[in-house]
């Protein structure tokens, strides 16, 4: 390591920042430390042997740098205010503050990030000076694009609507929303939905951030006008950083693909910046030229947003030029650890964000492996250039690869297959387009005519790319979904990684390397498995409440392994409880596919995010209520199963085996599906038993739906565990029913601060006074229960 100060440097300051996730020092412990420092150096001084001084000044710079990088973050931290987490959710508050960051123009409206002086409503009153993402819409896109035209970073302005938390980990595999937010000092998202409750103050701005927007906004523009949509979605992510145009499920094959890195602005892009300014300040003055192209990259890192994979390389490509200016070497190590110091003193929270991590791992790697696969290749021998090169970018991608490879599994639970031959391909490519943009974006202040010829090639470049994604994306084969990689995980895969480059060389034989191989690869697998644990338990009946708002979706696991799913949650313009909530979680469950889905009833916070999971090829059999002719929705949605070729079949009395447990069906169709019968009333009724112990799903009937069934069935309907109607309404778990049922456990699946006022005073009333244990998804989160055939009991999903 002498050769690498910054290295050492750079791992005492972060391990102080990791520190303070443990301990967090007081002022009390700064002096404590400082006076350590004051005797070490004391000692310096009265020792004669200038090895005990050098170890003493090591002992002191050990010290001084970890208490810095506590330092860091505690201060860091400090400046961190956040609303406390009881104000989850607030009707109709008014915010005062200045507009701090405005995201680029969307279809959905205008976000911008708003550091608020004071919240105010009749029910709540705040002055902490905090952050929060304001959403503003409007019916009239007019309306939109004439406030967007209005506003700049620093603009003091009062708008009035909803404000609520970020939406926290409530189910495996759910992206922690809120914990997001709060990372980057915004305490949660304030939605306003008319133009008319905003209003600008005054129209002070913040003269650099407010230049950075309008380049950013001009840009944003030109790039719209010349290319085809989906060019345009690219080139912005590319240019701008900004990739929230382009397709989820183009996003969804960049993944599978092994490719998605292409679409963060990072090093790589950078490097294709570079080339680009080489080329055009090539013939001039070489300080000239340097300098010209140092200005242009800090320049990109501002348009981009500065994200830290464009700091992290247009640092070490700073530091790259100089070092060419003055004749002094560089060192890859160093310049990393230096990128990684300057971007960690201004922003600590930077080291747990996946960007950060994902760009300095691969750098790291690259650094460290490549030299080592390059020696191989070029001892080969290979006497055809074209070739060699070939391997020699496959070593550079596999290099990046293994060192990215826990991240990628941690942040995305997929493991590439395609990968390595995607890369093949698509960096190039990406490299083209890079090009070929900014040649576009040049050509408009010369000729508009050639600028369009040179985006329609670049638009017939992207429509390349984008459909050799896809079709290494959606390869049945082209990625292993690999859940619950964890940090330990991580860190016996690099352990193993660092064993098998230490050792390679010492077996000179294909045999013995093989073997080598082998045994590492062995030892990943079962190392990383012993801290693995199963959610949802083998050879037990298990019930899993997802926690999707206001809605209801329940998973079952029969004891032989197959799955139901009973309502898929809403699914709305913004937001798609399947895309969101259930696909992740079977994804985190290792659940392939669902074997039968139970829609109740046609109401959209029960079948909205049915629809997505359908289009993922995760539904293999529905059961639906008889379809109203009259309602164009549900004909809509049979004609959309047809279409997708999913068996279904409409709710009738009947009952079948799965496993050893019994599903029954008790619908009476001839009795009770009449022109009278209200939606709710045709909601499917499900039975489940298994053993001794029984579950009842009731989806949302009503008390006279209730009597029915009541006067039908009776205490056949007694169930150890009632899923309860219609999110706990007072019109439902009327007194006779709850009589029928008898439920030891009654789940209520329901939105935190519903509109509704759900569940009611009165259920809940009614529920304590027949002795059953409510547990409820706003309160809780996730549900879990577990059955052995004896009872049902709750267990912990995230022990």
């Not at 990791?18 to 000692?43: D, G, P, R, V």
Request: proline share 2%; glycine share 6%.
């Amino acid at each position: 390591m002498k050769d690498y100060p910054l290295i050492k440097v750079a791992i005492l300051f972060i391990a102080g920042i990791i520190l303070n996730k443990f301990i967090s020092f007081t002022f009390t412990t700064y002096l404590i430390l400082a006076l350590i420092t004051l005797i070490l150096l004391i000692s310096i001084m009265v020792f004669d042997k200038q090895s005990k001084r050098k170890n003493m000044l090591s002992i002191i710079s050990f010290i001084a740098v970890i208490g810095t990088g506590n330092a860091v973050e505690s201060i860091s931290l400090s400046n961190q205010k956040i609303l406390p987490s009881n104000i989850n959710y607030v009707k109709n508050v008014t915010a005062y503050g200045k507009i701090s960051n405005i995201e680029l123009n969307k279809e959905k409206g205008i976000l911008f990030e708003l550091s608020i002086d004071s919240l105010r409503s009749n029910s709540f009153s705040s002055n902490l000076k905090t952050n929060i993402l304001c959403r503003l819409k409007d019916n009239s896109k007019r309306n939109i694009d004439s406030v967007y035209a209005s506003i700049d970073p620093g603009n003091f302005i009062k708008i009035t609507g909803n404000y609520s938390m970020g939406r926290n980990r409530r189910n495996p595999g759910e992206f922690d929303y809120n914990n997001y937010l709060n990372s980057k000092g915004i305490s949660g998202v304030l939605n306003s939905y008319s133009v008319k409750d905003f209003f600008l103050l005054n129209q002070n701005k913040d003269k650099v951030k407010s230049t950075v927007f309008l380049m950013r906004k001009n840009l944003n523009a030109t790039i719209s006008t010349l290319f085809a949509p989906q060019t345009a979605a690219l080139v912005k992510g590319l240019l701008l950083a900004d990739r929230s145009e382009i397709d989820q499920d183009a996003k969804v094959d960049f993944i599978n693909s092994g490719v998605i890195h292409v679409l963060a602005v990072s090093g790589l892009h950078v490097g294709f910046i570079v080339i680009i300014f080489m080329f055009l300040f090539g013939r001039l003055n070489r300080y000239i030229g340097s300098i010209l192209t140092i200005v242009g990259l800090i320049i990109f890192m501002i348009i981009t947003g500065m994200p830290a994979s464009v700091v992290r390389a247009v640092i070490m490509s700073i530091a790259f030029i100089i070092s060419l200016l003055t004749n002094r070497s560089t060192n890859i190590f160093n310049s990393l650890a230096l990128a990684a110091l300057v971007i960690l003193l201004f922003y600590p929270n930077e080291l747990f964000s996946p960007g950060f991590q994902l760009s300095f791992a691969a750098v790291f790697s690259i650094a460290a492996i490549y030299p080592y696969l390059r020696e191989k290749i070029v001892n080969l021998k290979i006497h055809s250039n074209v070739f060699k090169s070939l391997l020699l970018f496959f070593a550079v991608s596999l290099s990046a690869q293994l060192g990215t490879l826990p991240f990628t599994l941690v942040y995305f639970s997929k493991l590439s297959l395609v990968a390595l031959l995607a890369n093949l391909i698509v960096i190039p490519t990406i490299g083209v387009i890079v090009g070929i943009s900014f040649f576009t974006l040049t050509l408009t202040f010369f000729s508009p005519f050639f600028a369009s010829l040179s985006a329609a090639a670049n638009n017939l470049t992207t429509s390349f790319i984008f459909e050799f994604v896809k079709l290494t994306g959606r390869f049945q084969y082209s990625f292993l979904w690999i859940s619950n990689f964890t940090l330990l995980d991580s860190l016996i895969f690099y352990f193993f990684l660092i064993v098998f480059f230490l050792f390679m060389n010492k077996f000179s034989t294909f045999f013995s390397r093989t073997i080598l191989v082998l045994l590492v690869f062995l030892n990943i697998i079962v190392y990383s498995s012993l801290d693995h644990k199963d959610i949802l338990s083998k050879n037990l009946f298990n019930v899993y409440a997802i926690d999707v708002g206001q809605g209801d979706s329940f998973l079952l696991q029969f004891p032989n392994g197959k799955t139901a799913l009973v309502d898929a949650g809403m699914a709305s313009f913004d937001f798609d409880n399947g895309e969101k909530i259930i696909a992740p979680l079977l994804n985190q469950l290792n659940i392939n596919k669902i074997d039968y889905a139970f829609i109740s009833h046609f109401d959209a916070d029960h079948y909205g995010g049915i629809v997505s999971l359908i289009e993922k090829n995760k539904i293999e059999k529905v059961f639906i209520p008889e379809i109203d002719s009259a309602l164009i929705k549900e004909i809509k949605f049979q004609q959309f199963l047809i279409h997708r070729k999913i068996q279904f079949e409409h709710y009738s009395k009947k009952c079948f085996t799965v496993g050893n447990s019994k599903i029954y069906i008790l619908n009476d169709r001839p009795r009770l599906d009449t022109k009278k019968t209200t939606s709710n009333n045709k909601s499917g009724i499900i039975k489940i038993v298994y053993g001794k112990t029984s579950i009842l799903f009731t989806g949302d009937v009503d008390a006279k739906g209730e009597k029915y069934y009541a006067d039908t069935y009776g205490s056949f309907l007694n169930s150890d565990v009632l899923k309860i109607s219609h999110h706990g309404s007072n019109f439902c778990s009327s007194e006779e029913f709850l009589c029928c049922v008898k439920p030891k456990i009654s789940l209520i699946s329901v939105g935190i601060k519903n509109k509704f006022g759900h569940p009611s005073y009165e259920v809940l009333k009614r529920l304590e006074r027949h002795k059953s244990k409510v547990i409820r998804t706003d309160k809780q989160g996730g549900i879990l229960l577990k059955s052995d055939g004896e009872r049902f009991s709750r267990v912990d999903w995230e022990s």
